[in-house]
């Protein structure tokens, strides 16, 4: 019996042969820019890659005719491949301009820093540092140094370590003072915060043992002095970070646990996220006390983290009695978890913006907080009217009422009144709006409740209110020509 001759897929599919070659593309004019931009390696396979994308589609007969014609063009593969590079290149994290009204917004990166800070970060990335050499003795030097003269006035008596984050700073404790001994925890303070951090899962890894005392709504003192042995390491006294318990509840204070602990001999650690190092009542924000007032409580260490509301780089604090600070910072797990040079430079402008008294001035997450409504309400309606100009749509926009957040797992109860520029689409769709606004250059994030667009200008940094005027006037007049 005769063979049948072997298929050629090319004679079938005709549309396979106007696909160009890759060394004919890469000897194109047109790519030249790209490659100049994104490198022969990078832009070689991309283009492989995309020539593989449209045979597959040419095979399957998903493209044909017009489509055809115009998918193979060297124009279109071009530009196709220069927008997959820019994907790839494009500088990341990228910018937003966040107008959500939540100041330490964990998904945009938390605390803004200051100019200060920035500078400093900038400064230390571009050259060589005195990061661990002593410049006067000549020799080498600790880098946690250069924190101390700040630290001494922010807590004098008490030392302190640094790590990169507060799951660190926490884990660290947990292991120099309770390894292989019980961690006395209430079920109320049993939390998960962002990015499913649990207080069980540190408390593992460290190798404390997790003995949980009282019940998720009430937990009193004699629940912890009944759960007191000789295998009990310490105290733990956990931030509750994202959520409240209310109504029929009941915790134990500080003071009250701190005098526990030294009956006992045992440490009280307190993990107190949020880091405020400065009194926020008269910003009506009761549900955070300053770091310096739970060491006056009796805790014997306080954790807490850098960018939140103490305004800086992403850190984790451990700041207590000396005796117990040491053997946390002799731990070999703590230069796993050290501070690097940029970050340590931001954090020492930080501190000294607090030092100086000049925090509200200087740190962002607190003169955002410390705005009031009627400068809020200023810029919203000087929003408003720019775009009304611009577009001839106020019909569709006005300023509110409305509440900003503390955000970051920091006061979870608290609210800020605020003044809400809002934006009803032409067409109805709000999701509409904060889709495109979300999705250009830089994406503007807001929030949408009531079938309208709100943003809150407590959260637009300085000089980005040009930008989101232009970039919302924009999107309302081609929305409005729809």
């Known amino acids: 019996m005769q063979k049948k001759a072997a298929r050629n897929p090319k004679a079938s599919k005709p549309g396979l042969a106007r696909l160009p070659a890759?060394?004919?593309l890469l000897e194109s004019p047109a790519l030249a820019p790209v490659l100049q931009e994104s490198g022969a390696g990078l832009v070689t396979r991309l283009l492989r890659e995309h020539l593989a994308g449209l045979r597959e589609e040419i095979l399957a007969g998903r493209l044909e005719g017009d489509t055809l014609d115009a998918r193979v063009e060297e124009?279109?593969?071009?530009?196709?491949?220069?927008?997959?590079?820019?994907?790839?290149?494009?500088?990341?994290?990228?910018?937003?301009?966040?107008?959500?009204?939540?100041?330490?917004?964990?998904?945009?990166?938390?605390?803004?820093?200051?100019?200060?800070?920035?500078?400093?970060?900038?400064?230390?990335?571009?050259?060589?540092?005195?990061?661990?050499?002593?410049v006067e003795a000549g020799s080498r030097g600790n880098r946690m140094a250069h924190l101390e003269p700040l630290m001494h006035e922010l807590f004098p008596g008490h030392a302190f370590t640094v790590v990169n984050n507060n799951a660190a700073a926490i884990l660290l404790c947990l292991r120099a003072l309770s390894c292989d001994r019980d961690a006395l925890v209430s079920r109320g303070e049993l939390v998960e915060i962002?990015?499913?951090?649990?207080?069980?899962?540190?408390m593992s890894a460290s190798g404390a043992r997790l003995r949980e005392v009282g019940t998720t709504n009430r937990t009193r003192v004699s629940d912890y002095e009944a759960a007191l042995t000789e295998q009990t390491g310490l105290i733990l006294k956990v931030h509750t970070s994202n959520f409240r318990i209310v109504g029929f509840?009941?915790?134990?204070?500080?003071?009250?646990?701190?005098?526990?602990?030294?009956?006992?001999?045992?440490?009280?650690?307190?993990?107190?996220?949020?880091?405020?190092?400065?009194?926020l009542e008269p910003l009506a924000i009761r549900d955070e006390l300053p770091v310096h007032r739970v060491l006056e409580a009796g805790a014997g260490l306080v954790t807490f983290s850098g960018d939140k509301l103490l305004g800086g780089p992403q850190a984790g604090f451990i700041v207590g009695r000396p005796e117990l600070v040491e053997p946390v910072r002799r731990d070999p797990l703590a230069r796993v978890c050290r501070l690097d040079r940029l970050r340590l430079g931001a954090l020492h402008r930080t501190l000294a913006a607090h030092?100086?008294?000049?925090?509200?001035?200087?740190?962002?997450?607190?003169?955002?907080?410390?705005?009031?409504?009627?400068?809020?309400?200023?810029?919203?309606?000087?929003?408003?009217?720019?775009?009304?100009?611009?577009?001839?749509?106020?019909?569709?926009?006005e300023v509110v009422d409305g509440v900003s957040r503390t955000g970051g797992g920091s006061s979870p109860t608290g609210e800020r009144p605020t003044r809400l520029?809002?934006?009803?689409?032409?067409?109805?769709?709000?999701?509409?709006l904060e889709r495109r606004l979300r999705e250009g250059r830089p994406p503007i994030v807001g929030r949408i409740q009531e079938g309208r667009l709100l943003l809150d200008l407590r959260t637009v940094l300085p000089g980005e209110e040009s930008v989101l005027a232009e970039r919302l006037a924009a999107v309302l007049a081609d929305e409005l020509k729809r």
């Open 75 to 134: 124009s279109a593969i071009v530009l196709s491949v220069s927008h997959a590079a820019a994907a790839v290149l494009d500088p990341r994290p990228r910018h937003v301009i966040n107008a959500t009204g939540v100041v330490v917004h964990t998904n945009l990166g938390r605390a803004t820093l200051s100019a200060e800070a920035a500078e400093q970060l900038s400064t230390a990335a571009r050259g060589y540092l005195d990061l661990e050499y002593d």
């Open 355 to 397: 030092v100086r008294g000049r925090a509200f001035e200087e740190v962002p997450t607190l003169r955002m907080l410390a705005a009031g409504v009627e400068e809020i309400d200023r810029r919203a309606t000087a929003l408003r009217d720019e775009v009304t100009e611009r577009t001839g749509a106020g019909q569709l926009i």
């Open 249 to 279: 509840s009941e915790e134990t204070s500080i003071q009250d646990l701190a005098a526990l602990a030294q009956r006992a001999g045992v440490p009280l650690v307190v993990d107190w996220g949020s880091g405020d190092l400065v009194d």
């Open 421 to 432: 520029v809002a934006i009803t689409g032409p067409s109805g769709d709000a999701a509409a």
């Open 194 to 202: 962002g990015g499913s951090f649990r207080i069980p899962d540190i």
């Open 22 to 24: 890759v060394s004919r």
